[in-house]
């Protein structure tokens, strides 16, 4: 494999290697950039694909990227629909070059090599775009969008779906009491919390306010329940204070799974996560209930 790797001179003189990425150009999740910084990265919609595709034709494990010394190699991984590169079907090992396109199913992707400060600009642009600005979770538009090809994905493959809403517990007594830079905080910290709580495949969002949408691929009932309980003892344990007072930092939490057929929708499954959730704050609010 020869090095394709594009280079530029910077004013110091020195000579800098561009770097590769992946840019979804066609598909739900057009503009999203990703990095090649590993030697091997599965594409594909499973939930534990490198680079995950949750797209109408893409198999679970569809392809390979290959990366040896920033040349980009890759191959098929006897995908249902097969891969496609510049329009010609592949059936070994193909290496792309620099605005090379890659087809697998409805998503088309673009090989580009990009300076670090490009890259930076591009990411930094598709987080404006589908993330919420103080928490850095999804926002509302993402995670609805996730929520409809999580729907979708089940629907295929059937290998069930949860969902967790929590609700912060009287967080407006926290911005009166304390302003709303301390409720930032607030907010900030129990986010950072649950991330380290979830796995890679769950998705959490915020749909507004102090309200936040946790989505659990390949999951039922019994163990989303035990994740929001273990979620809802977490945010009770923070321990945040402001000047010398302990802020009183507590969420009620409602969970559900797909169930018939008839549930299998995304308004329907929303529906009915925020009637849990509703539940569990006339339940007397820091407490889990399931549905």
Not at 94 to 109: A, E, P, W
Not at 162 to 181: S, T, V, Y
């Amino acid at each position: 494999m020869t090095d394709r790797t594009a280079s530029v001179r910077a004013k110091s003189g020195q000579t800098t290697r561009r770097m590769p990425c992946l840019v979804v150009v066609q598909g739900v999740e057009a503009g999203k950039v990703v990095a090649l910084a590993s030697r091997s990265l599965v594409i594909g919609s499973a939930s534990a694909a490198d680079i995950r595709l949750e797209e109408r034709g893409v198999s679970r494990r569809h392809v390979r990227v290959l990366l040896r010394k920033h040349v980009v190699g890759v191959e098929d991984l006897g995908s249902t629909n097969g891969s496609w590169v510049n329009g010609q079907r592949i059936s070994k090992t193909t290496l792309l070059k620099d605005g090379d396109s890659l087809q697998l199913g409805v998503c088309r992707l673009a090989l580009r090599f990009q300076d670090p400060q490009e890259k930076a600009v591009l990411l930094r642009l598709y987080e404006r775009a589908t993330r919420d600005f103080l928490t850095g979770l999804l926002n509302r538009a993402s995670l609805e969008e996730r929520l409809g090809r999580e729907v979708q994905r089940h629907l295929r493959y059937d290998r069930g779906l949860a969902l967790i809403q929590f609700d912060l517990d009287h967080f407006k007594r926290i911005n009166d009491g304390f302003g709303h830079e301390v409720g930032d905080r607030v907010l900030k910290a129990v986010c950072s919390a649950v991330k380290t709580r979830l796995r890679r495949s769950d998705c959490c969002g915020r749909m507004g306010g102090e309200e936040f949408l946790v989505l659990m691929p390949e999951t039922d009932l019994g163990r989303a329940g035990a994740v929001a309980e273990d979620l809802r003892r977490c945010v009770a344990g923070l321990g945040l204070v402001a000047g010398n007072k302990r802020l009183p930092v507590s969420a009620s939490f409602g969970v559900v799974a797909s169930g018939g057929e008839d549930t299998l929708h995304p308004g329907v499954l929303t529906r009915a996560v925020d009637k849990a959730c509703y539940m569990a704050k006339e339940k007397g609010r820091d407490c889990v209930v399931c549905l």
